[in-house]
């Protein structure tokens, strides 16, 4: 059989993607090579440019190409709300609902103690000093997700921020908008009844 190593690199460097395993990878890879070429020369022209040229912004710490990111440059959002959210693709998930107009500050994680993912990993002393420097900052809004290692972040940062002359909140959970209850699972249930308004 023919020398397959540039076929095997392709295909481990596929499985670096998250929840990609060996025979997801091997769809993919020859799905490129047998059907879009061009689409994978496309791909791979994209990822190269995207690893030389996206940066963290300098003060939410999203991606950006730009020293800061437009959501940081855009004059219009309230200066008194900062929140913190896990990843970009959870500020993304936010700015679509267009029902929040503050400012972001986006860890790039989550504390994992087991996974040997501490403070300094995720960026938290730059979180701090980018709240220290907000004069206008009225409100630190924690929208961590609601796993173990979201919640462990969220109570550090609150922690952290007792005594700084910030109302530190946090997202509410509860039932989804259009749920029955029946369907429900019981913790999102008793979270919805402690949380209720």
Same mark, same amino acid.
């Given at each position: 059989? #023919?020398?397959?190593h540039?076929?095997?690199? !392709?295909?481990?460097?596929l499985r670096? *993607?998250? %929840? +990609? @395993?060996?025979?997801?990878?091997q ?9 879009d ?30 020293e800061?990111?437009?959501t940081?440059r ?23 609902t267009? #029902? ?6 986006? !860890? ?5 103690? *087991?996974d %040997? +993912? @501490? ?8 979180l701090?000093?980018r709240?220290?420097s907000?004069a206008d ?7 961590t ?7 462990t ?13 910030v ?31």
């Amino acid at each position: 059989m #023919a020398d397959n190593h540039s076929l095997e690199l !392709l295909i481990q460097s596929l499985r670096r *993607l998250p %929840g +990609v @395993g060996v025979k997801s990878a091997q769809r993919m890879a020859f799905h490129l090579l047998q059907h879009d070429r061009e689409g994978a020369v496309q791909l791979a022209r994209a990822l190269e440019h995207a690893a030389g040229s996206v940066k963290h912004c300098s003060l939410c710490h999203t991606f950006t190409e730009d020293e800061l990111c437009p959501t940081c440059r855009d004059p219009r959002r309230d200066h008194s709300q900062l929140c913190v959210v896990e990843t970009p693709a959870d500020q993304a998930a936010m700015e679509r609902t267009g #029902a929040y107009k503050g400012l972001y500050f986006v !860890l790039m994680g989550k504390l994992s103690p *087991l996974d %040997g +993912v @501490g403070p300094r990993d995720i960026g938290l002393q730059k979180l701090f000093d980018r709240i220290s420097s907000e004069a206008d900052l009225r409100e630190v809004i924690l929208a961590t997700n609601f796993t173990a290692e979201g919640e462990t972040t969220a109570h550090v940062i609150a922690q952290a921020l007792k005594g700084r002359g910030v109302q530190v909140t946090r997202l509410a959970r509860g039932v989804p908008v259009g749920s029955e209850l029946e369907y429900v699972d019981l913790g999102t249930i008793a979270h919805a009844l402690v949380d209720r308004r």
